[in-house]
């Protein structure tokens, strides 16, 4: 199976910067899009930001210019590096991969466990 396991969530205050990562372990083909989604109290999960095998990224308007989405392809990790935080970036911050367990099967996606971020004003 896959495992996405993710690090470096944590408290900042507000204009400071986190790093956040994910490892994928297991047994697979290929790890195709992955991402990066939150969820603050009361509010609906959201996708922050994405990034494609070939390193095409997109964001949400509200990070645009503060956070930006990584990979590296040999260590199956995908990061988000997040700058100028701020109180509204307070959430549960959760890794999603979509990969294939072998090359004949269809994708499936799989999440994180979750990594708490929490900004101070």
């Known amino acids: 199976q896959v495992q996405l396991v993710e690090s470096g969530g944590g408290l900042v205050q507000a204009g400071g910067s986190l790093r956040v990562s994910c490892a994928a372990s297991?047994?697979?083909?290929?790890?195709?899009?992955m991402g990066w989604y939150r969820q603050a109290p009361g509010k609906q999960r959201e996708l922050v930001a994405a990034?494609?095998?070939?390193?095409?990224?997109n964001y949400v308007d509200s990070v645009k210019g503060r956070f930006t989405i990584s990979r590296d392809n040999a260590k199956n990790t995908v990061y988000l590096q997040m700058n100028s935080l701020k109180p509204e970036d307070t959430a549960v911050y959760y890794c999603?991969?979509?990969?294939?367990?072998?090359?004949?099967?269809?994708?499936?996606?799989?999440w994180g466990q979750g990594t708490q971020v929490t900004v101070s004003s």
């Open positions: 999603n991969a979509w990969v294939k367990i072998t090359i004949i099967r269809k994708e499936s996606t799989y």
């Open positions: 297991g047994s697979f083909f290929s790890i195709n899009n």
């Open positions: 990034i494609t095998s070939g390193g095409s990224t």
